[in-house]
């Protein structure tokens, strides 16, 4: 039997799937929750956790847009025989499923006023995606009819025709307060399992965007996205109390996401502009975010300098170290392969100082340049290779341990310690790499 506290849940990743996915373990391991994926694919994943409480944090987590509770799971192949053949049996034991749904199951008894409800299909069944606009107007007006029956009346929330998917954004769950009315259905159709969900939890914009363009100094150019530095702090398995440092600290973007988990967090940059800037952004968080006994330092120096500033007891580091000029067109291999050589010596320089700053078993999280060209070929750093000759160790987050025995992870994935986030408009992208000590 599951404890109490025990849940199973799915999780809506952002548009990098597999890093989301890798934060997400990353995350539940640094906290020693016990957990198992059940289900992956870039839609949705699903996992059963032992702390249900840490496991929807997702405030805490910036590659998850949404979590839900899962009610109910049913066979994939029923979904196919009532949405592809309409099989009449088929369509009631997805009723069925439907019907332990929070809002079907537990309406209160005394509410008179209409209850809002959205649907949103997240499909990873490649024959039943083209369907999924029908499928989710079919749980819609099973939804309805079953409030009816309760005496209720209710409003569906349906989309225009020229929505894409049949997926509520993060702002509309929050605009409707679909979260604290129990009022989102999730229904995740799985390879083999589909599972009908509540959203227990929803992605904040506004927060993230709040400590992106909310903050008192700002730098566009260098600019890191906040979301992207939780990802950061996160693979570097950073928590409440432990010493986490980002030795190019610019205007302290990640170091305000470390200073969030309540880590004690140092910054240090070369450019005395940044010490300045990065404090005065610390400073302001601390006071919008009510962190009493915050602390924090941010100190000028070099990263390749780091044990004579900070010792040889750091628990944690994530950075992004310079990553070349910014490009107004596409370059050429060659310019490419120039600037990567230009950058080597500081980036190579950092990472013995950093394997020498870190406690055993601590974890550097890098950023390197993925650099497209003009060819259509990308070219990188090869940071992994030379860590490695440094002493440190990569980190697979996709081991086998973490996954139920029937989710087949493909050896390209169980390869994967590190992933690059580059959109097709970015001419430099960022590969992110996780390294221990
Ligand atoms: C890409 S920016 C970091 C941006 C940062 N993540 C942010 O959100 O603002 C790289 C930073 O590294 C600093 N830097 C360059 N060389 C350095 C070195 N050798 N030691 C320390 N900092 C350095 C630069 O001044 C710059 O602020």
Sequence with gaps: MPSAAQAICVFIPGKNWKLSLAELISFLEARAVKFEVQQISKE?????AEDYARAIAIDELGGILKIG????NFATHIAEEAFLRKDKQAREQVKTAIAVSDIVASVPEEATAKTVFGVSVYCADDSLRPTANAVQRFVGSTIKQMLAARGRKSSFMGFAKTRVQPQLSAVEVLKKNLVEDKAEIL????????????????????????????KPVQRKIFAMPPRLARIMVNLAACTSGKLFVDPFCGVGT?????????????????NPWCVKA????????????????????VLQGDARKLTSKLGKEVDCIATEPDLGPALRQLPTVQYAVRVIAKLERVFYGFL???????????????????????????????????AEGTGFK??????????SADVAIKEE??????????????????????FQK
């Excluded at 990640?254 to 070369?270: K, S, W």
């Excluded at 990569?394 to 996954?403: A, D, H, I, N």
Aim: proline fraction near 2%; glycine fraction near 8%.
């Design 69 to 72: 509770k899962v009610n109910g």
């Design 187 to 214: 229904f995740c159709i799985g390879k083999k399992q589909t599972a009908v969900a509540t959203t227990v939890a929803v992605h904040n914009p506004f927060e993230f965007q709040k400590r992106d363009v909310g």
């Design 278 to 297: 990065a404090n005065a952004n610390l400073d302001w968080l601390t006071g919008e975010y009510g962190l009493d006994n915050a602390d924090y330092r």
């Design 352 to 386: 013995e100082e950093a394997y020498d700053a870190l406690k055993v078993g601590g974890r550097l999280v890098l950023v390197s340049p993925y650099m497209r060209t003009r060819s259509g070929k990308a070219v990188t750093m090869p940071v992994g290779e030379k």
């Design 44 to 48: 949705f994943f699903a996992a059963s």
């Design 413 to 434: 994935m169980a390869g994967m310690a590190s992933f690059v986030d580059a959109e097709e408009r970015h001419r430099v992208g960022r590969e992110i790499h996780v």
């Design 394 to 403: 990569r980190v697979f987050l996709f081991q086998e341990k973490v996954f």
């Design 254 to 270: 990640i170091l305000q996401e470390a200073l969030l988990t309540r880590a004690q967090v140092v910054g240090v940059d070369i």
